[in-house]
């Protein structure tokens, strides 16, 4: 059993948008930050946003930040990245993961994939023509 589930990932044209959902009915998130982060082929892992459990505070990777938004909705259990002004270079397969306490493991202006404790199987997101 996947602890998370992403969905909303497909083919979308250059300039177009797309959400992306992250849910489990195994555990409450509510009690957890949630990063997103996606990795392309022959690339490293990049993190590139997160959100508090409470208040929402949200941090985002300089290359997507003015273009995505996450969010989160505790009583569906369910968190979200909308994804506007998308590039062929958003190309990638994007998860999403549960950080380790209720605030964003945050540091030095990077989320680090070694914080977040469990994952989901990923999405595929194509930016293309």
């Known amino acids: 059993q996947v602890p998370l589930v992403e969905s909303g990932g497909g083919l979308v044209q250059p300039g177009g948008s797309l959400r992306l959902s992250c849910g489990t009915s195994?555990?409450?998130?509510?009690?957890?930050?949630i990063g997103w982060f996606r990795q392309a082929p022959g690339k490293e892992r990049e993190g590139i946003s997160c959100?508090?459990?409470?208040?929402?505070?949200?941090y985002y990777a300089d290359s997507v930040k003015g273009r995505f938004t996450i969010s989160r909705d505790n009583a569906k259990n369910t968190a979200y990245l909308q994804m506007n002004s998308l590039e062929p270079d958003d190309s990638a397969v994007y998860f999403c993961?549960?950080?380790?306490?209720?605030?964003?493991?945050?540091?030095?202006?990077?989320?680090?994939?070694?914080?977040?404790?469990?994952w989901g199987q990923g999405t595929q997101v194509t930016v293309s023509t």
């Open positions: 195994g555990f409450s998130l509510q009690y957890y930050a």
């Open positions: 993961a549960t950080g380790r306490t209720m605030w964003c493991p945050y540091r030095d202006s990077v989320i680090r994939s070694a914080d977040f404790g469990l």
């Open positions: 959100i508090n459990s409470s208040e929402g505070t949200t």
